[in-house]
């Protein structure tokens, strides 16, 4: 299976969990939106960079020459737009079933407005991940490859 098939599969599971359990949240505690909202928010946002970041270490420690790494950004790209779509057409259906209150938003709204949103919170962290991974896979190749010099004490280095 493809790397960015894998993550878009799970990220947008993820995002139709997260917006499930809102919506049954907000049926049951309305009144506890205000942080809920942005919990889900966060959440996922700490999964997309996590991933991220993973994919830039990763990425770092198999091409350690900058100017011969993978381009992930296209990977986060298409991982994005399946997980936007996926997960706004497949809330669209769950939106069909009792018990399920997920905004009673079309079709229309999902697959373009919805879907360009989570596009957005998918690529856009995703990248910050990368990056940050590659500088802490950098971090660590540059102290492996240049171990510091011993440190003489200074009584030792003016006996001689």
């Known amino acids: 299976m493809n790397g960015w098939v894998l993550r878009a599969i799970a990220l947008g599971a993820l995002v139709v969990f997260l917006r499930a359990v809102l919506g049954f949240a907000m049926v049951y505690w309305p009144t506890q ?18 991933w991220g970041v993973l994919d830039g270490r990763k ?17 986060w790209l298409k991982t994005a737009v399946a997980a936007g779509l996926g997960s ?14 997920l905004g009673d938003n079309g079709l229309l709204f999902e697959l ?28 660590r190749l540059n102290k492996s490859v240049n171990p510091p010099a011993p440190q003489v004490p200074e009584s030792a280095a003016t006996s001689v």
């Open 33 to 50: 939106g205000s942080w809920m909202r942005p919990l889900c928010l966060v959440v996922l946002l700490v999964a997309v960079v996590f």
């Open 59 to 75: 990425d770092r420690e198999v091409h350690p020459d900058p100017e011969h790494g993978s381009d992930l950004t296209i990977l």
């Open 88 to 101: 706004g057409a497949v809330s669209w259906g769950l939106d069909w079933l009792p018990k399920f209150d």
């Open 112 to 139: 373009t407005a919805g879907a360009s949103f989570i596009v957005l919170l998918v690529f856009i962290p995703g990248l910050v991940g990368v990056g940050i991974g590659r500088m802490i896979a950098d971090r």
